[in-house]
């Protein structure tokens, strides 16, 4: 891999870890598409670190006055009494499904999907799942009533949104996609299912980062992917910093059209380049 191929998926990553087009699907295609190498397990913490700079970036002010509610109820014993206290249990009760799934079954997916285990059928499988979860999302803005504020958040909404994330480690769900469709479809406003979504993925993206980076401490960093890692950290933080910036703008007054549509097309897209490629 070179430095440019490393910022366009770095680029890329950061785009689509939040808007709700799937980011891992985007990471296997385009390799695929164009032959490039496979980016490594190094560039996979780079592009962790990137995101995760993003939206710690963007939700400081957020994630200290969750903190300091979550502690303030603590000590009071009333630790769902404030609204940002819940929205903090929430955030740790729904990252539990994400966390059992990505600890059982995060090597064997890695292996289908990222390995080369699946070839041609992984993305057949990621091209069904970006169009199963576009009509999915569909149904959700159709259905969902979007009268729910965040302050109305409760913990059994913590749970759904969760379980819903652990679907993401599947290429083509998305992370952030599975989350708003969740909270839509429990009637949360499109800007409110947004931005839980993207606080409820801080755990996730945390947790996948320190296993690789665990994984990456063991092997180490050749000196000759340096350049790319820096690359692919500053190029994933940028992108992702500005796409969180965009979709909360931009579903304050849109729905979720647009993303529905992109879902379909590339899955539609993608089975037609495999059907011709055999």
Avoid: C
Avoid at 19 to 41: D, K, Q, R, T, Y
Avoid at 129 to 150: D, K, P
């Amino acid at each position: 891999m070179n430095v440019w191929q490393a910022a366009v998926l770095g680029l890329v990553q950061g785009a689509t870890e939040f808007l709700p087009i799937s980011s891992s699907a985007h990471l296997i295609v385009l390799p695929w598409l164009f032959g490039w190498p496979e980016p490594g397990l190094a560039f996979n913490v780079a592009l962790h670190l990137g995101t995760l700079s993003a939206v710690l970036a963007y939700f400081w002010r957020d994630l200290i006055q969750i903190g300091r509610a979550w502690f303030a109820g603590l000590i009071r014993l009333r630790p769902l009494e404030e609204s940002a206290s819940r929205l903090g249990w929430a955030v740790i009760i729904g990252s539990v499904p994400a966390g059992l799934a990505g600890f059982f079954l995060n090597d064997v997916i890695d292996h289908f999907f990222h390995s080369g285990g699946g070839g041609d059928s992984a993305i057949v499988f990621t091209s069904l799942l970006l169009i199963v979860l576009g009509f999915v999302l569909w149904l959700a803005e159709r259905y969902g009533t979007r009268r729910r504020s965040l302050g109305e958040l409760g913990l059994r909404d913590g749970l759904v949104a969760g379980l819903a994330q652990a679907l993401a480690l599947l290429p083509g769900v998305s992370r952030s996609g599975s989350t708003i469709t969740a909270s839509l479809f429990l009637g949360f406003a499109r800007p409110a299912a947004a931005r839980f979504s993207f606080i409820l993925g801080i755990p996730a993206i945390a947790g996948a980062g320190l296993l690789e980076t665990l994984k990456l401490v063991e092997t180490g960093l050749p000196a000759e992917q340096r350049v790319l890692f820096v690359t692919g950290v500053a190029s994933a933080a940028i992108t992702g910093f500005l796409a969180i910036a965009f979709l909360l703008r931009f579903l304050q007054r849109y729905s979720t059209s647009i993303f529905i549509v992109y879902r379909i097309a590339l899955g539609l897209v993608l089975l037609l380049i495999v059907s011709f490629a055999r």
